[in-house]
Each structure stands twice: as structure tokens, then as C-alpha cells.
């Protein structure tokens, strides 16, 4: 099959009208712009690219020309993004990813373009793979790269993980089209630049860049069956109440500890909203105190331990100081609709709050809960508790629900 179709393959019979790709310049991006490029000339989407300028290299601007220039002569629109905003501290290139990626989301919905290609390889594969497994990352650490996720809603995809970055420099030899070398894919102060050296050692043990990615999509598929199980554990011992998400010890004592760990790691995910899991000791120390039952605070959540029930709900301190508007979405999973909301503003109820609110044991939820639970304020007057049963015209609605929860387990 020619490149050109086991790109285009990628996006299997839903072809987008419109597809967004990310170039920098190198050869990766370049390839894979030239490649959608052909396929859209045939049929393939309406393409328009997108250039982030991290201003780290007095040659990135002419770098972002150099990429305009290309998409001018394919009759591809471009727009260059210039990011600012690195103060010389913390881990530059996870801000420059995370800088790249928020940059083409606001840029993409902008545009009206719900979906972008980046140009990620087997090469890519291989060097993640190696730098997680001298972290001695598990099966979820050396699993292969997404072929597509969803961020603030728009799809990212790598229709090029298959290829190798070998076979993108071909495209572009074959057609006259130069490609930038960043200085820093070479330099050994990066971590990624000094696997790429290993990797060429490991070549000649027969561990090529392919046999590599392999060895990672050989994970991906263990770390799909593995969730399989946390999703059927899940079917079984997992039930919610008002936000909070309870979980039956009985059944939860006799998963395997792996499985009860991914249980917990999502829940507390699912709850918390944060773009990870807890990990490592922390995580081993939430399944000793459910073992002991004993209460336990981690990842801005609060286990507690009831008879035969385990109860995971938000901590009242994580939520503390969040104050909001009652027109926006609090803590990333509650809506608030009511009467009179002129100047009213959405936050936790805490323990004063609940002072107030005298049938909230009616409600069947511990007062830890609804300590952490949204309520419509207005000034310090406490206007409605919804889920304390205060309510005064007021309905608190989840926004992060329980469908979500279990096909999280699935789409990994």
C-alpha cells in the first residue's frame, strides 16, 4: 500500500470535511503534510495547517516562512502560532508540548477545524518507549501512543505512527522539498536527543525502531484486556450517589491487585478531574488503608470506610476556595440552575453551609459530602444547597456522569 493510502487509511470511512495538521518544519510534520496533501487533491479533506513558534531559537520565525512558503505552493492555508509564555523555569519541553497542543485547540476551534493530524512515528514510538522503560514504566507506561484523543473538544490524531521517519524523508527527497533540522533533536542535554543515539547502538543488536514500536503495540493490546477486566470489575462492585462514588469491599477484596489498583486510579480520576492518576506509593497506600479500613485522603479525594461500603467523594478542602459564577460548570462537574441568580456565585457548602440546612440527613449523604458538594451563595448568605435538601428552587445537575466513568475504562 502506497504511504499515501495507509495515511488516508487511518481515518477509515468517516473522512473529516476539514482536517487541521501541525507542521514545524522538520521532516515528520513536512511528510505528513505533503502526503494529506496528495490524498486531499483526490478527494481527501479540506486541509489547513497550523505552525506554533515557540520563540526558543532566534531561527524559528524563519523556520515558520519556511513552512508557509511549502503550504503556499500546495494551496494549503497557514496560520503561525507564536507562543510566549516560558519563564525559564520547570520542564521545558513538557511546557512547550503542553503550550504546542493548547495553542492548536483554541486555534482549531477557532477555525472550525475538528480534527488535527500530527506527525508522530515508529521513530517517536520507539524513543518513548525506551525513555519509559528507564523510568521502569508497567504496561501502561510502555504501551504505544494513541492513535487519536480528545482535548477541550478537538481530536488529535498521528496518522503516521506506522511510518518510520525514514520513509517521510523519502516523500520529501522525491519531491524537492527541504526539511529543518532543530539543533536540539541532537542535543544530549534533551533526553529524547540522547536515546536517539542509543537507538543507533541498539540497530546493530537487531533492535530496530519498528521491532521496538511493535514490542509497544504488543503493550497497548495487554493494557486494553487488562482494562477489559477493571471495566467488568467495575459492573460489578461500583455504584454512584449525588456525585460521590461507591464501591462494594466485598467485591472490591477479591479483585486482583492490579485491577483494584486501575479501579481506584479512575475513580479518583473521574472524581477529581485531573488529567492524571495518582501513581506509585501513594496509590499502594489508599489500598492498605481500604484493606485496614481505614479513612484516607489522596488526589483531592476522601475514601472513607463504612461497613461493606467504600466511599470515594471530593475533599471539602480541594474545593475550598473555588468560587464561581452560577452561569459556568464548578469543579469541572456540576451545573447549577435556580431562580434570582443576579450576583450569585456557585461554592462548596462546607460545614457552616451545612449548619444551615436542616434536612440534609434526609439526604442519605455524610455530612463529609455534602461539606464538598456545591451550593448558590450570594455574598456569605447561603441561598440553596440542592444536594444538602435546601433547595429553594435550585437543581444541581452532574455534568461529568456515570456513562463517562465506565467508558473511560474503555477508551484507553
Known amino acids: 500500500m502506497l504511504l499515501q493510502e495507509r495515511v488516508a487509511a487511518?481515518?477509515?470511512?468517516?473522512?473529516?470535511?476539514?482536517?487541521?495538521?501541525?507542521?514545524?518544519?522538520?521532516?515528520?510534520?513536512l511528510g505528513l503534510l505533503t502526503l494529506l496533501a496528495g490524498w486531499a487533491a483526490k478527494g481527501g479533506p479540506q486541509l489547513r495547517a497550523v505552525t506554533v513558534d515557540h520563540g526558543l531559537r532566534p531561527?524559528?520565525?524563519?523556520?515558520?516562512?519556511?513552512?508557509?512558503?511549502?503550504?503556499?505552493?500546495?494551496?494549503?492555508?497557514?496560520?503561525?502560532?507564536?507562543?510566549?509564555?516560558?519563564?525559564?523555569?520547570?520542564?521545558?519541553?513538557?511546557?512547550?508540548?503542553?503550550?504546542?497542543y493548547r495553542l492548536m485547540t483554541g486555534w482549531a476551534l477557532d477555525a472550525g477545524v475538528p480534527q488535527v493530524a500530527i506527525a508522530h512515528t515508529l521513530n517517536d514510538q520507539a524513543e518513548t518507549f525506551l525513555m519509559r522503560l528507564s523510568r521502569e514504566a508497567g504496561v501502561d507506561g510502555l504501551a504505544a501512543m494513541t492513535q487519536s484523543w480528545v482535548q477541550d473538544g478537538v481530536r488529535f490524531c498521528r496518522p503516521t505512527l506506522g511510518l518510520s521517519r525514514a520513509e517521510l524523508q523519502g516523500v520529501l527527497t522525491a519531491k524537492d522539498i527541504a526539511w529543518v533540522d532543530d539543533p536540539t533533536n541532537s542535543d544530549t542535554a534533551f533526553e529524547r536527543a540522547r536515546v536517539r543515539k542509543v537507538l543507533e547502538t541498539l540497530e546493530g543488536l537487531g533492535l530496530s525502531a519498528r521491532s521496538l514500536s511493535n514490542v509497544a503495540n504488543h503493550m497497548s493490546e495487554l493494557r486494553e484486556t487488562v482494562y477489559w477486566y477493571v471495566f467488568l470489575a467495575a459492573q460489578e462492585c461500583v455504584r454512584f450517589q449525588s456525585g460521590?462514588?461507591?464501591?462494594?469491599?466485598?467485591?472490591?477484596?477479591?479483585?486482583?491487585?492490579?485491577?483494584?489498583?486501575?479501579?481506584?486510579?479512575?475513580?479518583?480520576?473521574?472524581?477529581?478531574?485531573?488529567?492524571?492518576?495518582?501513581?506509585?506509593?501513594?496509590?499502594?497506600?489508599?489500598l492498605e488503608a481500604i484493606r485496614g479500613g481505614t479513612t484516607m485522603t489522596l488526589h483531592g479525594c476522601l475514601m472513607t470506610?463504612?461497613?461493606?461500603?467504600?466511599?470515594?467523594?471530593?475533599?471539602?478542602?480541594?474545593?475550598?476556595?473555588l468560587r464561581l459564577?452560577?452561569?459556568?460548570?464548578?469543579?469541572?462537574?456540576?451545573?447549577?440552575?435556580?431562580?434570582?441568580?443576579?450576583?450569585?456565585?456557585?461554592?462548596?457548602?462546607g460545614l457552616s453551609g451545612?449548619?444551615?440546612?436542616?434536612?440534609?440527613?434526609?439526604?442519605?449523604?455524610?455530612?463529609?459530602?455534602?461539606?464538598?458538594?456545591p451550593a448558590v451563595w450570594r455574598g456569605q448568605r447561603l441561598i440553596a444547597a440542592p444536594l444538602a435538601g435546601l433547595r429553594n428552587g435550585w437543581q444541581?445537575?452532574?455534568?461529568?456522569?456515570?456513562?463517562?466513568?465506565?467508558?473511560?475504562l474503555l477508551a484507553r
Open 396 to 408: 444541581a445537575t452532574l455534568v461529568r456522569n456515570e456513562d463517562q466513568f465506565f467508558d473511560a
Open 305 to 321: 470506610v463504612s461497613g461493606e461500603t467504600l466511599r470515594f467523594t471530593r475533599e471539602a478542602r480541594a474545593v475550598a476556595d
Open 59 to 100: 531561527e524559528s520565525a524563519e523556520e515558520a516562512a519556511h513552512v508557509a512558503g511549502i503550504c503556499q505552493k500546495l494551496g494549503i492555508g497557514h496560520d503561525v502560532l507564536v507562543w510566549q509564555g516560558w519563564d525559564g523555569s520547570g520542564n521545558l519541553p513538557d511546557q512547550a508540548r503542553r503550550a504546542r
Open 244 to 286: 460521590d462514588v461507591l464501591l462494594d469491599r466485598g467485591g472490591f477484596r477479591i479483585l486482583q491487585r492490579d485491577i483494584a489498583r486501575r479501579l481506584v486510579q479512575q475513580v479518583l480520576r473521574w472524581l477529581s478531574g485531573a488529567e492524571y492518576a495518582p501513581r506509585g506509593r501513594s496509590v499502594d497506600l489508599l
Open 10 to 29: 487511518h481515518f477509515g470511512p468517516h473522512v473529516p470535511e476539514k482536517l487541521g495538521v501541525g507542521v514545524s518544519g522538520g521532516s515528520d510534520s
Open 354 to 373: 451545612l449548619a444551615d440546612c436542616p434536612n440534609w440527613r434526609a439526604t442519605g449523604l455524610p455530612a463529609a459530602s455534602l461539606a464538598a458538594s
Open 325 to 349: 459564577p452560577v452561569c459556568t460548570t464548578w469543579d469541572g462537574r456540576w451545573r447549577l440552575d435556580g431562580p434570582w441568580a443576579d450576583g450569585a456565585e456557585i461554592a462548596a457548602l
